[in-house]
C-alpha cells in the first residue's frame, strides 16, 4: 500500500462523485490533498472533509491555459506534487447524426473530456522535470473507453464516448512516451458511478438495472486507489468490461475470416 502521508496530491472534479471520493480516501490515508472544481463551493466542502491540511481551488479546465495554471499553483502549495488525479468530466446525451457538428458543447466536452488530461499530463511533466522528482498521474477514462457497454445502448452516449476512447488511445502513446520518464501513468477505466449526475435519472439506486453493475463513488475510489498500490496502468472497476469488449473482438475475427486475411508465419 502506497504511503501517502507527507505528500501532496491533487484532484480535479473533487466537488462531487468520483473526484469526491478519491479525495477523501487519499485524505484518509494522510495526503494533503488540493481539491479542484468549477464548484469552487463544494470543492471547499470536500476539502473540509479530507483532512486539516487539504484545501480547494476554483478551475474551468475548459479554458486554454486552465490546466498549466492549476499544476503551478498546485506544485506551489507544498513545493511538490505526488499524485495528480485528473477526474474532471462532464456528459453529453444526442444522437451523433443530429448533433450540430459547430456546437460550443461539443467543443467543451472535448476541452474538459480529452484535451484537460493531456494538457494536464504535459505541465506535470513540465514541472517535475527540474526537481527530479517522481510523480503519479491518474486519468479517469470510462468503460465507453473499451466499447458501447450493453447496459447503456440506448443512452445517445456517442460523443462522450468518443471522447474517452480518444482519451484512452492518447494515453496508450503517452505511457510509452513516459517510459524511463518521472511520473507513472494509470488509467482509470469505471463502469456506472452512483454520482449526483445519475441520480438524477436514477434517484434510488437499488433500482438499477442488474446489467448496470452500479457501483457507489466510494467503492470506485478504493478499487482506484488499490490500482495505484499495484502499480496498474489499467484500472477497472467492473467486470462487464471485459465481457462487453468481446463483440468487437468476435466481429473482427469473423471479418478477418471472410476476407482470407491470414497472419504473416
Not at 476554483?58 to 503551478?72: F, S, T
Not at 445502448?153 to 520518464?181: I, N, P, R, S
Not at 507513472?184 to 435519472?201: E, F
Not at 495505484?228 to 478477418?256: C, G, K, S, V, W
Request: hydrophobic share 50%; charged share 20%.
Amino acid at each position: 500500500m502506497i504511503d501517502y502521508s507527507n505528500t501532496t496530491v491533487l484532484v480535479t472534479g473533487a466537488a462531487s462523485g468520483i473526484g469526491e471520493a478519491l479525495a477523501m480516501g487519499l485524505g484518509e490515508r494522510g495526503a494533503q490533498v488540493i481539491c479542484a472544481d468549477i464548484n469552487l463551493s463544494g470543492a471547499e466542502q470536500t476539502a473540509a472533509r479530507s483532512g486539516n491540511r487539504s484545501l480547494a481551488m476554483d478551475c474551468d479546465l475548459a479554458e486554454p491555459d486552465a490546466a498549466a495554471r492549476l499544476i503551478e499553483r498546485s506544485f506551489a502549495v507544498a513545493n511538490r506534487l505526488d499524485l495528480v488525479c485528473s477526474n474532471a468530466g462532464i456528459g453529453h446525451r444526442g444522437k451523433i447524426i443530429d448533433e450540430d457538428m459547430n456546437s460550443g458543447a461539443l467543443t467543451r466536452l472535448f476541452e474538459i473530456n480529452f484535451f484537460a488530461a493531456l494538457k494536464i499530463a504535459q505541465a506535470y511533466t513540465r514541472i517535475l522535470a527540474p526537481t527530479a522528482q517522481r510523480g503519479r498521474l491518474m486519468v479517469t477514462a470510462s468503460e465507453n473507453s473499451l466499447s458501447v457497454p450493453d447496459a447503456v445502448k440506448k443512452g445517445k452516449m456517442g460523443f462522450y464516448g468518443a471522447t474517452k476512447h480518444a482519451l484512452l488511445v492518447a494515453l496508450e502513446w503517452m505511457q510509452m512516451d513516459l517510459q524511463g520518464g518521472l511520473v507513472d501513468l494509470h488509467v482509470l477505466l469505471p463502469g456506472a458511478v452512483y454520482t449526483p449526475l445519475v441520480s438524477r435519472s436514477l434517484p434510488d439506486p437499488k433500482l438499477a438495472p442488474p446489467a448496470l453493475e452500479l457501483i457507489s463513488a466510494a467503492r470506485c475510489a478504493e478499487v482506484a486507489l488499490l490500482g495505484l498500490d499495484n502499480n496498474l496502468f489499467y484500472i477497472p472497476t467492473q467486470a462487464h468490461l471485459l465481457e462487453d469488449m468481446q463483440p468487437r473482438m468476435a466481429a473482427i475475427e469473423n471479418a478477418l475470416a471472410i476476407l482470407d486475411i491470414k497472419k504473416f508465419a
